[in-house]
């Protein structure tokens, strides 16, 4: 089975693949490096003892889509994680944001409808919950108004989704993860965000490794047991196995619907001062960190029921939040050794 999985030189794209060859699957990768390196392949090889094939093309690019797929035309499964994700970034350029996310993905499908039948996963996100009523969050829970211009990105790939399986032979699966964090356990591959980092955990290991002053612990007066907002830090491996075990779902016909949805964490939420004191305790360091006001937009908590991924996608996340760390701390010591 070919698949192609964009964004495939990425953070969570690169695990997925050396999973996807560790199944035995042979892989293509999209990735334009706007945010992701060319050396990631390396890595995957290392681990994998496999090359997977790489084409640079920017997805934006209409013509360079079908070219891709005339050349590729034995691709039946698609794995979509090439995607803009800063919540920042997409508030100060909405219009970034929607032709990144969006006419991308207009783009795949509009390939793969031509096809008998395709398989299409698409990274999406709890972002679609927005500050849920219940907690943990089920696939149940209404999709609340998006609270970013990315977080709408996610509800209308969704979207766009659901209306072009109903009229064509693409079955989908949306997975909506909530917060992947760590590394390889080989070391060869990892999280490697350009500039500063958006996300608390390589914030974290930066300061760790000296490359920031401090860290920025935003509220410490959350309705919360330590007052600190709450998250479900999934392991990126994990994560990554999850989207093997989709595809493969759909390639066996397992799928009860046209579309699947699940969520995909631990099932446990852990506040930004357990974070830190993870760290602390894996790396046997004291982390500098300074309480600030709250951020814009931050929900107070969110963290996923997994029983639907447990028992119908036959999925279950098996890394602690410690390994988690660990993996983290030690990708970040060799990436600036």
């Known amino acids: 089975m070919k698949v192609l999985v964009t964004g495939g030189l990425g953070f969570i794209g690169s695990h997925t693949v050396v999973e996807l060859q ?10 334009n490096l706007s945010n992701s390196s060319e050396d990631v392949l390396k ?24 070219d891709f797929f005339k050349k590729h035309s034995d691709v039946t499964g698609v794995i979509h994680f090439a995607a803009s994700k800063a919540v920042g970034e997409s508030v100060e350029n909405p219009l970034l944001y929607y032709e990144n996310n969006i006419s991308t993905l207009v783009y795949l499908l509009q390939e793969l409808q031509q096809k008998p039948e395709a398989s299409f996963i698409f990274s999406s996100s709890c972002t679609v919950y927005g500050q ?36 064509t032979n ?37 300061t760790g490794v000296g490359l920031r002053k401090e860290l920025s612990v935003f509220g410490d007066d959350y309705p919360t047991p330590d007052g600190t907002a709450v998250r479900d830090y999934i392991h990126v491996v994990d994560l990554a196995k999850a989207h093997v075990i989709a595809l493969q779902r759909l390639f066996n016909k397992k799928n009860l619907q046209k579309v699947e949805t699940f969520n995909l964490g631990t099932g446990k939420g852990s506040s930004v001062l357990e974070v830190i004191n993870s760290f602390e305790k894996v790396s046997d360091k004291k982390l500098p960190y300074k309480i600030m006001p709250r951020r814009e937009g931050d929900i107070t908590e969110a963290y996923a029921n997994t029983d639907k991924a447990n028992n119908v996608l036959g999925w279950k996340a098996e890394l602690s939040l410690d390994e988690a760390m660990a993996s983290a701390w030690k990708w970040e010591q060799k990436v600036r050794s």
Do not use: W
């Open 132 to 167: 849920a009523e219940k907690m943990p969050i089920t696939e149940d829970a209404p999709v609340q108004e998006a609270m970013s211009p990315y977080g709408n990105t996610k509800q209308i790939g969704e979207e766009i989704i659901t209306d072009t399986t109903k009229v």
């Open 43 to 66: 890595g995957i090889t290392n681990i994998t003892g496999k090359t997977p094939l790489f084409e640079k093309l920017d997805l934006r690019e209409k013509a360079s889509v079908q």
């Open 22 to 31: 560790n199944e035995g699957f042979e892989v293509v990768i999209i990735d």
């Open 170 to 206: 693409i079955n989908a699966i949306l997975l909506r993860y909530f917060n992947p964090v760590g590394a390889h356990s080989s070391n060869e591959i990892g999280e490697l965000p350009l500039g500063v980092p958006q996300n608390l955990v390589p914030f974290i290991t930066q």
